[in-house]
Structure formats: structure tokens, C-alpha cells
């Protein structure tokens, strides 16, 4: 009886005679994925298209949903509100993308190349940790907090502008319709800026120090070295920043709900408290699951627009190295 074993892939002879081919490796890889899988086929994908199925009835959540077709997308086009909740939420990603990058990018700058060279590497640890700070508190644990410093009677804010003689600047923060929204943004910028930080930080690690060093040889200035090194090398943590954040900012709803439960009169309303209170409070769940599933289309199509556009740049710096 003989055995025969053939290398790469080929033919294994074994007993009998009978040839047998040897199982792949990855094969064994599909065991490790399944649970994955499942877990994300359970959470995400059914209910997403249970949700959009939803969207063509009409339905109070009782009783025999009635198929309506796109009744419901029809008047989410001509509805007012929605249009309002979805340009407040371009508001948000601008207090939860744009504004966060930009000031994590010149805090992390700052914290590397400037703190951590003079004041230590452990300052510097330090600082992050404070910035980062917000990312780990609950969500509704912050919104408490700055509800209390924004209350507009004896609300800390307030009662600082009073003590240093700016009392005429004093204002019900969160409950005036002109600066209500103004005022979560500012709490968002203040939840999120920690984020993009720790992402930079992380990446300046694995710029090459030798061009900081000839730069500064050259007698290039910080921000000339910030502009011309530093952004062009930590790209890659740009785009994915910007994604994430911007994605964090389109289905903000737990902010909102602490601070102003969408108002005063919807100045802060935004589609995901828009669709829960359509769901929950006005008993429209067939118009709520539209509103859903329309905000999840645009969150889907954006999210691969910018892993595209990602893509695309990442493939032009290598065939520039190259």
C-alpha cells in the first residue's frame, strides 16, 4: 500500500489507489467568519429589509399593516420637515466632521511635534487622554452635563459671563430657536474632536522623522512643515476620519434627544430624531421606516463613495511611487 504525496497542490495518491486532492487551508477560514456573518446577517440585514418592507404600508404598529406601495415616499418628498431635519443635519456634520479634523489635525501636530519634544512623550500621552475623554463618556451622561451648563438660569455659562461683567451676553442657550442649534454643535465639536486626534497622532508615529529633520534643515518653519509633510503623509487617516465622522454625524440622535428633544419649534430636529418621534409619538411607522430607510440609503451611498474616492487616491500615490 502505497501513499503518494505531491506538493502544491496536486494530486495525493492514496490507499487503494484512489486519488484525493488535499483540502485548501482557507477553506477552514469560513469556520472563523460564519459567527461574524450571522451576527451581521441577524442585526443589520434583516432588520434593515423587515424596516423597508414596513416603509410600503400603513401602519399604527397594531393591527394588519395595509401595502400603500411609495404613498409614503412620496409625501416624505413634500415633507417640509424632513427637508428642515436633514439640512440641520448637514449643521451636524459640519460640528462632527469638518470641525473636528481640522482642529484634530493642528492638535495632534501640535501635541507630536511641538509638546512631546519639549515637554516629553508622556505630556503629550496625557494631553490626548484629556482631548479623548469625550469619546468615552455616555453620551447621556454628556448631554446632562451640558444641559446643566447651559441652563439659562444659573447655568454655569451664564454665570461665568456674569462674573467677568458680560452679563448683557447671557442667553437661554438651548432654548432660544436661533442659537439652539448653534449650541449642539458646539457641544458635538466638543464630544468628537477627540476622535480624529487620537487617529492622527497614531498615524504621525509612522512618518519618517528624517524628513521633519531636513525640512527643518532647510530652515522650514512649523507650518510650512505641518503643510507640506505632515498632511500629505497621514492622508489615508483623513479620508477615514472624515468618512467616520461624517457617517457619526448623519445618525446623531442621542445628543439631540438629551439636549433638546428636537427643538425649540424642530431647530434642532434631525432625521433620526425626526424618525423616532414619527415612529414612537406620532404611531406613523410605516412613514417612520421610510424616513429610516431613506437616511440609511444615504448613509450606504456616501460611505462607498468615499471608500471609492479613497481607493482611487491610494492608487494614485503608489503608481506615483512607483
Known sequence: MTVTVERGGRVVRGHH???????????????????????????????????????????????????????????????????????????????????PTVLGLVLAAALFDFVGKHFGTKIAAVLRACFYLPQVLPIAVAGIVWSWILAPDNGSLNELLKAVGLGSLQRDWLGDPDLALYSVMGVMVWVQIGFPLVVFMAGLRRVDPQLYEAAELDGAGWWRRFWHITLPQIRPEIHVVLLWCTIAALKVFGAVYVLTKGGPGGATDVPSYFSFTTFFEKTQVGYGAAISTVLTVIILVLALIGLKLQTRAEDAEEGLRA
Not at 404613498?71 to 428642515?84: H, I, K, P
Open 17 to 99: 489507489g484512489r486519488t484525493t486532492r488535499p483540502r485548501r487551508p482557507h477553506t477552514s477560514y469560513v469556520l472563523f467568519l460564519l459567527p461574524g456573518v450571522l451576527a451581521f446577517l441577524a442585526v443589520i440585514v434583516v432588520p434593515f429589509l423587515m424596516n423597508t418592507g414596513v416603509s410600503f404600508t400603513d401602519w399604527q404598529g397594531v393591527g394588519s399593516p395595509k401595502w400603500s406601495g411609495l404613498a409614503n415616499y412620496r409625501e416624505l418628498m413634500d415633507d417640509s420637515e424632513f427637508w428642515a431635519s436633514f439640512r440641520h443635519s448637514l449643521f451636524m456634520v459640519v460640528a462632527m466632521a469638518a470641525v
